[in-house]
């Protein structure tokens, strides 16, 4: 009889119901391309073989506690799980500046250039684009007044003088407004505890 190829969904059944061998094959089939995946953002063999061993930690205790769906492929799935690992690695190993409150008191101040870039290198952009997705879905919690302003500035790149003229506001106010939504963003960072530091 011919070797019947399973699909990795069989084989996590066949694993579930207590075949090892099972997960081996999962593992063997699938790990070439997830250690791929790992090395190419951190460019470091043995942080990129400690961070998959995490993940296959995470994968294995995920499969025995039931919260695997099936619906999902296993594989984007496992991808995901180490995408995110590697950004929670960089995020505590001191890659980020911190933002000096004094920034908050220019008015070119960008809460989204959380990075000084140098060396751009994978990390900083992974965590980056993290960040900023984080803090622009914490803008939309903001006063509808002071959204404006901070859209109008930061995402457009709008002068105040543009932003009062576009308002019907005083260069004052537009300015006040972007002050309190700089306040009230740093507030909204804080109670959703979005990760802007090492």
């Not at 043995?46 to 061993?53: E, H, K, T, V, Y």
């Not at 932003?163 to 537009?174: F, G, L």
Request: proline share 1%; with cysteine.
């Amino acid at each position: 009889m011919a070797n019947i190829i399973l699909s990795d969904k069989d084989l996590i059944r066949s694993y579930l119901e207590g075949n090892e061998k099972a997960f081996e094959k999962l593992l063997l089939r699938n790990k070439d391309r997830i250690f791929g995946y790992i090395i190419s953002k951190v460019r470091n063999q043995n942080l990129a073989n400690d961070i998959f061993q995490d993940v296959f930690i995470k994968v294995i205790k995920t499969l025995k506690n039931g919260s695997y769906n099936e619906e999902g492929k296993f594989l984007p799935w496992v991808l995901t799980i180490s995408h995110n690992m590697i950004v929670d690695h960089f995020r505590r190993s001191n890659k980020m500046q911190m933002i000096s409150e004094s920034s908050s008191k220019s008015d070119d101040y960008n809460i989204f250039s959380v990075l000084k870039l140098t060396d751009k290198n994978i990390e900083d952009c992974i965590i980056k684009d993290q960040i900023e997705s984080d803090v622009v879905k914490l803008v939309e919690y903001l006063p509808n007044e002071q959204r404006d302003v901070l859209k109008n500035r930061i995402f457009k790149g709008m002068s105040f003088k543009d932003i009062a003229d576009k308002e019907d506001i005083s260069i004052n106010t537009a300015l006040g407004r972007m002050r309190y939504a700089l306040i009230n963003l740093r507030k909204l960072v804080d109670k959703h505890q979005v990760i802007i530091t090492a």
